[in-house]
């Protein structure tokens, strides 16, 4: 079994491709659930509908979020009513909102209602909250603290950032499975996600870094230079006092990497990384840098034998 810590749209794209090599009950994805947020009297978990609706074949693609071809007929009600919702959300999307949301009040927890969404959807891969714990990222702004969801969609990260804060549970528990899915690994691969607001979320339950220091870990890094290739890790990472690069990312990751990849083009240079292409534009490309990644873990695997 193949182990990815995933958020965002980096990781979910090299997944695409990984599905190409590895067949899905092999692999377990851990996902950040740090931009959950309740809207509307419901469950949204973006991070992980991306990973459940990926593996499911409804993925829009297009966007790296939502259901493909969807429509948003509740979402222009609602703009009639009301001021409506700052998010657009799917009608299909809303329902496994809708859905979450009952198993959440009726006592599940979000491992269990993931994996009985996983379940109604046909997911084979094993997709695992961080944690059950109630984590929420947000950033500091001269009007106070604003939810992530907020400042990236509402706002599109153009509102002037001073910091970033996990709010909620006090260093939350990784979930047993969470845990177990890392232990039991094959090779741990942290995509190229944000490294602020999607994996450290992760790194910050309990019990994780110390799952990753036993394991064999590969990570990718999202920049090439000082820029990240989609979304808004380098305001963040500025915002958290991390330099906004390739050598930022790697001081988050060198207590427990073993292997820190960075992009052929990134001017940045990490000593000992390995440079490879991780440009994924389109399905081709993600699928090969998971060779790149599957020949790296089948070499220690043939060391190890």
């Known amino acids: 079994m193949i182990t990815f810590l995933s958020g965002g749209t980096g990781t979910p794209k090299l997944l695409r491709g990984m599905r190409n090599l590895v067949a899905d009950d092999q692999i377990a994805v851990v996902v950040n659930t740090a931009e959950d ?61 809708i859905a979450r949301a009952r198993m959440l009040w009726d006592g ?22 961080m944690t ?48 177990a899915a890392i232990r039991d690994a094959e090779a741990v691969i942290l995509g190229p996600s944000n490294p602020v607001t999607s994996i450290s979320p992760i790194l910050e339950c309990g019990g994780i ?21 989609s979304g808004p890790a380098a305001a963040l990472m500025e915002a958290w006092g991390m330099e906004a690069s390739s050598a930022g990312t790697y001081t988050l990751y060198r207590d427990f990497c073993d292997v820190f990849v960075q992009d052929i083009r990134d001017s940045c240079d990490v000593p000992g990384s390995l440079r490879l292409d991780t440009m994924m534009s389109d399905e081709r490309r993600a699928e090969a840098l998971a060779w790149e990644m599957m020949a790296i873990v089948r070499a220690v695997e043939r060391r190890r034998g």
């Open 209 to 229: 870094r110390e799952a990753l220091e036993e394991q064999f870990v590969i990570a990718v890094s999202p920049f090439i230079g000082d820029r990240p290739v």
């Open 108 to 129: 599940l927890s979000l491992t269990a209602a993931t994996e009985r969404i996983a379940d109604a959807l046909g997911v084979q891969a094993r997709v695992l909250p």
């Open 37 to 97: 947020m309740w809207l509307s009297g419901n469950h949204m978990s973006p991070d992980i509908d991306t990973v459940l609706y990926l593996y499911a074949g409804l993925l829009n693609t297009d966007t790296w979020w939502g259901i493909r071809g969807d429509t948003f007929a509740t979402h222009k009600f609602l703009e009639r009513i009301d001021d409506g919702e700052f998010i657009a959300i799917g009608d299909r999307d809303r329902a496994v909102h």
């Open 132 to 179: 059950d714990a109630e984590v929420t990222t947000y950033v500091e702004t001269a009007g106070g603290p604003m939810h992530f969801q907020e400042y990236w969609v509402r706002h599109r990260g153009e509102v002037a950032i001073d910091g970033v804060v996990r709010m909620g549970e006090r260093e939350p528990a990784a979930s047993e499975a969470a845990i």
